[in-house]
């Protein structure tokens, strides 16, 4: 079993930056895929990016490429998300989640959550 927790949102202005941490403890993630999913108010959760953390290979949603950057420490179990270029229709909470299924964006594949961090881009 797999606990997570997020760490680092906020509320930031337009075209500001963040940096989302997510801890890892618990069920070893050597060939897991770790995720960032978001959910805005009144909208369904959505995939963000996720990361293989055996061979380091990302995938990220179209409306975040160029602006988000998933990365890891595998010595510390974190994954982050470093988030520049924030716009207001970025603003919703975001989610850690692990998966054992390589790379997938399907958020039924991923089985532990984290309990959300807020972030609020302003226009």
């Known amino acids: 079993q797999v606990s997570l927790v997020e760490s680092g949102g906020g509320l930031v202005p337009a075209g500001g930056s963040l940096r989302l941490s997510c801890q890892a403890s618990?069920?070893?993630?050597?060939?897991?895929?770790m995720a960032w999913f978001r959910q805005a108010p009144g909208k369904e959760r959505e995939f963000v990016a996720a990361m293989s953390i055996s061979t380091g290979i990302t995938y990220n949603e179209d409306s975040v490429k160029g602006r988000f950057t998933i990365s890891r420490d595998n010595d510390k179990n974190m994954v982050f998300l470093q988030m520049n270029s924030l716009k207001p229709e970025d603003t919703a909470v975001y989610y850690c989640?692990?998966?054992?299924?390589?790379?997938?964006?399907?958020?039924?594949?991923?089985?532990?959550w984290g309990q959300g961090t807020q972030v609020t881009v302003s226009s």
């Open positions: 618990g069920r070893t993630l050597t060939h897991a895929t």
């Open positions: 989640a692990v998966s054992y299924t390589d790379l997938v964006r399907d958020q039924y594949e991923y089985g532990a």
